[in-house]
């Protein structure tokens, strides 16, 4: 077996014309020192360069796109037929295709005027004959009618309790549970941030406010509620070895509050069955608030946008 290392290494591309010097990890041969090939080193530094190109040509990136169908909840088909294009066309272009001139300016006009989009509703009723299929009129109508640039607004009722609180309610439940049923597993740090996550996008979605204030962060395992990361952060459960008078203070607190405990309750009912790994799948799907955010706090009107259509419930 041939022994390698990794190094930055520094190459030349030409793309249409263009020179981009990109300086970027690339794999040799630790006996002759010899650049040897690395499919997935070398395809990161050609998309280096390609996002070069991008900057110096103003062209919408396949993240860009992404985000936006994922806002509007079109599929590529979908937003294909919308546009008038090949459903190949989208795909090509989300996988990394440069968009022709013609095609960028209207991708960059859609991004930034939901004026354009409404137009084109608009212009396939012509005669009062929709060429649209119904189903993709009506996610399109959905988005337009719903649509804020902030939808958490600022005069939503604020928070009543704090994530930890919140937490505090699903671990004494699991705690009486358990009691009741040997077969209950102890509640995880990963399955309680999860069930918030979906519980926060649930009442998003219904209020456009906050179920609670901390911040929900994109981690490389899903999204996280940072009040509870910080808390039980190296915890697996966070359960068993033993509950707090303020964990049972928290929890009848809650209890006193009927909206916020059935809401909990669904969550519960509807995902408690389920597994950390299985709840991540659901989180992880492409088009979700974890997957159109790098890293950083996810945007809560994200979360409020796909939970109002559906993606995430």
Request: cysteine-free; hydrophobic content about 35%.
């Amino acid at each position: 077996m041939v022994k390698t290392y990794v190094k930055d290494y520094t190459n030349t591309f030409l793309i249409h014309g263009n020179e981009y010097s990109v300086t970027a990890p690339a794999r040799f041969d630790s006996k002759t020192n010899e650049l040897i090939n690395d499919p997935e080193l070398d395809n990161q530094a050609v998309e280096i360069a390609n996002e070069l190109y991008r900057r110096d040509k103003d062209l919408v990136s396949p993240t860009d796109i992404k985000k936006y169908r994922a806002k509007v909840g079109l599929s590529q088909r979908e937003f294909a037929k919308l546009l008038g294009w090949s459903p190949n066309t989208v795909a090509l272009y989300e996988t990394g295709a440069f968009p022709s001139e013609s095609n960028n300016k209207l991708l960059k006009a859609l991004m930034s005027d939901d004026q354009i989009l409404n137009n084109y509703l608009k212009q396939d009723q012509t005669n009062n004959k929709t060429k649209l299929p119904t189903t993709t009129r009506e996610k399109v109508e959905n988005y337009l009618n719903h649509k804020s640039n902030n939808m958490i607004t600022s005069n939503a009722i604020k928070p009543k309790f704090t994530a930890l609180q919140l937490t505090n309610w699903y671990r004494v439940t699991n705690y009486f549970d358990a009691k009741n049923d040997e077969n209950i597993e102890a509640l995880t740090q990963m399955k309680v941030v999860k069930l918030l996550y979906f519980a926060f996008g649930r009442y998003a979605a219904k209020t456009h406010g906050k179920l609670f204030d901390s911040p929900i962060i994109a981690m490389p395992y899903g999204p996280v509620i940072a009040e509870v990361h910080e808390k039980y952060n190296g915890k697996r459960d966070i359960v068993s070895s033993g509950l707090s008078k303020e964990a049972f203070s928290d929890y009848n607190l809650v209890q006193q509050d009927a909206e916020i405990t059935t809401l909990l309750t669904n969550v519960l009912t509807d995902y408690g069955d389920k597994t950390a790994a299985g709840l991540s799948k659901i989180t992880h799907q492409p088009g979700s608030p974890w997957s159109l955010t790098d890293g950083g706090i996810i945007n809560p009107t994200l979360i409020a946008e796909s939970f109002i259509r559906g993606v995430e419930q």
